[in-house]
C-alpha cells in the first residue's frame, strides 16, 4: 500500500507543479555549517569526471532500493560507465521516472559525457559511477552523511577522479 | 543530494550538482550547482533531446569551471516547455 501511495504522489507531483512547491515549503529544514571547498585546479578538458546521481539507478542485477523502509535506503550501487543500457534501472518510488525510463540521460548522462570525451571537452570518464536514492530521511541521514558518502568519496579518489556531477532525480 | 556533494567535496574532489529545488540547494549550501526551474526527475531535460542535455550538462560543467564563491547556485536561462508538450 505504501508504495502504491508514494507512486502516486510521485506522478501527482509531475502532473501539478504546485504541488511540489508546497511539499518543498513543508520539508523541515536542516542546518549545516560552512560551505566545503575543493578548487578546480585544472581546465575541465584535463579532467576525469564521475557521475554520482540521487535518482535511485542501479543495474537489474544488484539489490534494488529499498522503497518499504519509510526513511529510505541510503546504500550505493556502482554504475560501471559502460553498462549496456538494457542493463540498467531506477528504482524510486518518490519521482516519477517514466521519463527517465525511456532514456537514462535525463538523469544518468552517461552518454552525453561520452561525447565530451570524443570531443576532447573533457579528458575521462570514471570507470566506476555512483547510484544513490534521494529522499533520505531519519536516522538514514547520518549513514549518507558519515559512511555512504565518504565511502564514494574514496573510491573517487582511488580512480584518479578530478570532479563530480551530481544529478538529482 | 547536496549532502551527498558537500562530504565529496570535503574529502577534496570539486563537485558541481544540477540543481531542480532551488530551495534544498539554498538550505543545504553544497559548493557549486546550476539551477534549473525543471520537473522532478528530469535535471537533464527531456528523453531523447540529445541537444538540450548536452547544454545543460556543459552549462553544468562550465559552472564547476568558473564558480570561484563557495555555495554559488547558478540559474540557467532554459524555461521548461508546458508538460503536455511532453506528451506528444
Excluded at chain 1, 20 to 34: D, H, N, T, Y
Excluded at chain 1, 39 to 65: E, R, S, Y
Excluded at chain 1, 154 to 162: H, I, M, P, T
Aim: with cysteine; aromatic share 8%.
Amino acid at each position: 500500500m505504501g508504495r502504491l501511495k508514494n507512486r502516486l504522489i510521485a506522478k501527482l507531483f509531475t502532473k501539478f507543479p504546485f504541488l511540489v512547491e508546497r511539499w518543498v515549503e513543508k520539508a523541515a529544514p536542516w542546518k549545516v555549517e560552512g560551505i566545503p571547498w575543493a578548487p578546480v585546479t585544472k581546465p575541465v578538458k584535463d579532467c576525469k569526471i564521475a557521475i554520482v546521481t540521487t535518482a535511485g539507478v542501479h543495474l537489474k542485477n544488484q539489490k534494488p532500493f529499498d522503497m518499504h523502509d519509510p526513511h529510505g535506503d541510503p546504500n550505493y550501487r556502482e554504475i560501471p560507465k559502460d553498462t549496456p543500457k538494457e542493463e540498467l534501472m531506477i528504482t524510486h518510488d518518490y519521482y516519477d521516472h517514466k521519463d527517465a525510463d525511456k532514456d537514462i540521460n535525463i538523469v544518468f548522462p552517461i552518454d552525453r559525457l561520452k561525447e565530451l570525451k570524443e570531443t576532447g571537452e573533457i579528458k575521462d570518464i570514471a570507470e566506476i559511477n555512483f547510484g544513490i536514492m534521494g529522499h533520505i530521511d531519519g536516522g538514514h541521514i547520518y549513514t549518507l552523511i558519515n559512511e555512504t558518502a565518504p565511502e564514494i568519496a574514496e573510491k573517487l579518489r582511488q580512480q584518479g577522479v578530478d570532479a563530480v556531477l551530481l544529478t538529482p532525480g | 543530494m547536496g549532502l551527498v556533494q558537500r562530504e565529496i567535496e570535503k574529502k577534496g574532489i570539486p563537485t558541481i550538482s544540477i540543481s531542480i529545488v532551488r530551495k534544498f540547494t539554498e538550505e543545504i549550501r553544497p559548493s557549486r550547482a546550476v539551477f534549473l526551474k525543471w520537473p522532478l526527475g528530469h535535471p537533464l531535460g527531456e528523453p531523447f533531446n540529445i541537444r538540450q542535455q548536452a547544454i545543460v550538462l556543459k552549462k553544468a560543467l562550465e559552472a564547476l569551471a568558473d564558480i570561484k564563491e563557495p555555495g554559488a547556485i547558478r540559474d540557467l536561462p532554459f524555461r521548461w516547455r508546458r508538460y503536455e508538450d511532453l506528451e506528444k
